[in-house]
């Protein structure tokens, strides 16, 4: 779908030291101390407060869990495995998850409050926290996260699910994105979808997440070179909205950028902001809306052309 002119130009991370004193011991008195007791002690709390490298014991976490602690903001899950996160004491953390409306399952005496899409968790044990994060009413898959407090600051997380969890899933629950989507026409949906992203909103029910593989456009244009693997994905109930960077590579002239370069059976509609007129060496954010009704591969024809001797 091709969209309107006036739009598209104006689509936005020491070792331990060991000193014995007070005593002189005799090497044939004094038994070996195996290497894993000395690399497995604990470190001192880092300055600024960032948590210590540490251990988990095996009871800490689930039979299926990914064993190492992940301190990363951006976290991405998938169906069956537990996921280890480090989480701050005392104080309260966030988790963005990608529900629309999630529940949670737990036993542990944090506190847990939902908010939209958002889960707040405080705990002040030192014990790991376990959770269950469903879909409301939807008992299909849960995201399955240890939190193991911490004497750091408050942590802000992003839950992402994978492609195989987000199928398993299935597309369609997401009902604040569904009202927002259906609530107007479908041309003027796209078009305010666009205006949304190029603006740096967020729609009413949508998630920001990192890029799915799986889901990537296709675009091709010579002279231009895309990257959406490094980019952003916002996941809506009908749509999600890729966006990437269209980088101008031809070296010597300035290049108009084709929405028909990222067409495809799945694609509602294509835009770029700020500039539509890319010069050399300039480079533009490009923001492909996929349609979950559509196929990303063309339909195997089931009727034979009469041009090529069907009957």
């Not at 996929?290 to 009469?306: G, K």
Request: hydrophobic share 35%.
């Amino acid at each position: 779908m091709e969209m309107p002119r006036q739009f598209a130009r104006c689509s936005v991370a020491l070792a331990m030291g060991v000193a014995l004193l007070g005593a002189s011991v005799h090497a044939d008195e004094m038994p070996v101390v195996p290497s894993s007791v000395l690399t497995g002690a604990p470190s001192p709390i880092e300055p600024g407060g960032n948590a210590p490298n540490s251990r988990v014991s095996n009871r800490d976490a689930s039979p299926s869990s990914t064993g190492a602690l992940n301190r990363n903001s951006h976290i991405t899950v998938k169906a069956g495995e537990n996921t280890l996160v480090p989480v701050a004491i005392d104080h309260l953390n966030r988790v963005v998850t990608p529900f629309s409306h999630p529940q949670v399952t737990t036993t542990s005496a944090a506190t847990t409050q939902i908010r939209e899409n958002v889960v707040y968790v405080g705990t002040e044990e030192e014990a790991p926290v376990t959770l269950f994060i469903t879909q409301k009413d939807s008992e299909n898959q849960a995201i399955s996260l240890t939190l193991v407090p911490r004497r750091i600051a408050p942590r802000e997380l992003f839950v992402n699910l994978d492609t195989t969890t987000r199928a398993s899933l299935g597309i369609g629950t997401n009902r604040r994105a569904e009202r927002w989507e259906t609530g107007q026409p479908y041309v003027e949906t796209l078009r305010d979808l666009l205006r949304h992203v190029a603006l740096g909103d967020t729609p009413s029910g949508y998630t920001l997440n990192d890029p799915t593989p799986a889901m990537l456009p296709s675009c091709q244009q010579a002279g231009l070179s895309f990257d959406f693997a490094n980019g952003q994905m916002l996941h809506g109930n009908n749509f999600t909205v890729a966006i990437g960077v269209a980088e101008n590579t031809s070296g010597s002239q300035p290049l108009e950028f084709k929405e028909a370069a990222c067409g495809n059976w799945n694609v509602g509609a294509v835009a770029a902001w700020p500039d539509n007129v890319i010069a050399p060496d300039d480079a533009t954010e490009v923001y492909v809306v996929l349609r979950h009704d559509e196929p990303a591969i063309a339909p195997e024809r089931e009727r034979p052309s009469l041009l090529q001797g069907g009957h």
